[in-house]
Each structure stands twice: as structure tokens, then as C-alpha cells.
């Protein structure tokens, strides 16, 4: 008698289950569940959904009541796939003796898991996280969650909007640019496209965000160093991690964005969030078995430097157990958002790196992760 295989797919900073057809895992979800289909293998695949800013501890707890909600009392094996922090809410859920909160009964879902999947995770935490805790750091949360929707649901920017973010992005270094009128002004602007029903979902989904910011300092290399003190690996599970590495942001890249004015825009984003993301401290930078060390350089042709990230976490921040795969890709190419709209269903860029990464590259990757999963241990 075959068993049951159940996967959760747990989402990142930001990351939601689905807002209307707003679907962050989608793409994941649908290819992971047709290829253990096509092997034979029964699995059910769950996205999970998370305060997309809480701590890491709230976060773990929300991924303990999807997991309560879906795998029952069964004995299949558990498996958890985590992007970006989603991989470091997966890593406390296994945590032996990890309290989530009081009431909770964790062990008998953790002692079931069999494999954590990191994917684009920041192991050793983000300088990217340090920028987020200035001064507009939480309106700046609000507006890129609710650019990240828009871009997801209709592919494109109002040309109005995309200029007036492109120039405050221009400014990001001067801080004081950022005026909280105008920020307003861009909210009502792009909730103004929505249905009566979005904008309340996504008034929701905004709301999560301003209401716990708690996970911002969780991600700095120093919040990570704690994290990483209390946090210990389970004997018996099996851990793997996707590392991407993106482009550094150049003329050449920006030509390859083309004239289109959003296009612009997110590589706009992209420079900037790369150039803080690169400001990794030295000291920081976590040392690699042979093993690890040797699938990098297969991968990327030699180990990646210290500034090598993906615009949103360091390269080598992300390696934790085997690395599962390792390709050249920006923080949501490797969950399916990156740009080849003739795909069905489409696949839509959110933030143009010009990596290259497209589905002959993401089908490899998923199909590689799967490989894992299923792996007998040894």
C-alpha cells in the first residue's frame, strides 16, 4: 500500500496564499503535483499562509495550523518547502523542543517530517533587512506588497504610477524624499484598479503587514546569529537548499529591460535592492562544507563572492545541507515569477533582473527538488 506524501508550501517576506487568483506558490504547486503524479506518488500539495511580516515564531505557528488543518493524524511523511523565510519558519518548526505558543502541540506533526527545502533563504541573514528598518521602512513595506499584488494580477503598472515610483526610487539613498502624502497618493491610485472585493482583500493583506513588522530585525545578519543559536536541526530530517545568484545590475542589463517603462521601474527596484543587499558583512558570510563548496562552484562555474546575491538575499547567505540546485536566477525567478507570459498559465516577471531564468530551467530545478523528496535516506 502506497503512502501519502504531504508537502507545504510555506511563503516568504510579503508572501500570501492568494489574494483573489492571486496565487504566489501557483506555479510551484501545479508543476510539483503533476510530476509526483506522473512518477505515481500520492501527495497532496498545501500552500500555506503566513503573516506576511511577522516573526518567525508567529510564522512557524501559522504553518503548524495548515499543517494541523490538512495532514490529520495520519502517519505520511511531511514535507516542507520553504522560500526565502518561509525556509527559516520551516527550519523552527522541526527544531527539537522549539515552543511555539502555549497550547500548540508541535511534535506530533514535526517528528513527521521527513525533508525542509530552503529555497532563497537568508541562513545568515540580509543587509537588505537593516535598510527596511529606516525611516519610511514600514510605508515602503506597504507600497511594495501592494506593487507586488498589482504586478502579479495585471502584469503592468498605470504608466502614471510606474513614474512617479521610478523617481522616488531614483532618490532612495535621501530618505527624506519619501513623503507619506504621496505615498498615500500611490495607494489610492493602485487600489483604485481593484474590485470592491480585491480591496478589501488587499486592505487585509496590508493591514498584516503594518500591524507586525516584527521579522524585519529577525533578518539582519545579527538578529539570523540568534536565530541560528536557538535553532537546531532534527536528527532524521533531511535538509536541502535552492541558491540563486542574479546579475549585477549594469548598463548592459538595463538596455536588456527594453524601452517599456515598467520595465524600467522593477529594474530600478532591483538596483537598488541589490546594491544593499551586496553590503554583506565579511564576518557574516557563513563557511561551506566541501560538499557545498563543490556544487557552487559546478553550478556557477567558481564560488560565488561575498557581494553575490539576488537582489534580495547574499548567494552564499542561502546554502543550508545539500544544495539541491543552484542556478542563476533572481529572489522569485525560482518560484515561477519570472517573464514567459506564453506559458499557460502565464508566468509574469516581477522584478527584472535579467537573469535568464525561464521554464526549461524552473521545470530542471523543481524536478531536482522532487528527486529530493522522494530520496530513500541514507
Known sequence: MSVKHYIYLVPGFFGFTNLGELVYYGHVRDFLAAELARRGVEAEVVAIRSHPTASIRQRAADLLKGVQETAGAGEGPIHLIGHSTGGLDSRLFVSPGASLREGLALEPYASRVRTVVTVSTPHAGTPLASFFLGLFGQQLLKLLSLFTVYVLR???????????????????????????????QLFDQLLGDFSADRREAVSRFL????????????????????????????????????VTQSRPPSL???????LDPYAQLTHTVYSVFYGQTQRMPLNKIPLHTAEQTAALVQAFGALPGPQACDGIVPTRSQVYGRVVGAVRADHLDAIGHFDQPTHQPPHVDW??????FRRPQFEKLWKDVADFLLEEPR
Open 351 to 356: 522584478l527584472i533582473s535579467g537573469s535568464g
Open 207 to 242: 493591514g498584516d503587514v503594518g500591524n507586525d513588522t516584527s521579522l524585519i530585525p529577525q533578518l539582519t545578519p545579527e538578529g539570523i546569529d540568534l536565530f541560528n543559536a536557538g535553532c537546531e536541526d532534527r536528527p532524521g530530517v533531511r535538509y536541502g537548499s535552492v
Open 154 to 184: 495585471f502584469g503592468r503598472l498605470p504608466l502614471k504610477v510606474a513614474f512617479r515610483l521610478g523617481h522616488l526610487l531614483s532618490r532612495a539613498d535621501n530618505q527624506l524624499g519619501w513623503k507619506h502624502t504621496l505615498l498615500d
Open 252 to 258: 548592459r542589463t538595463r538596455l536588456s529591460a527594453g
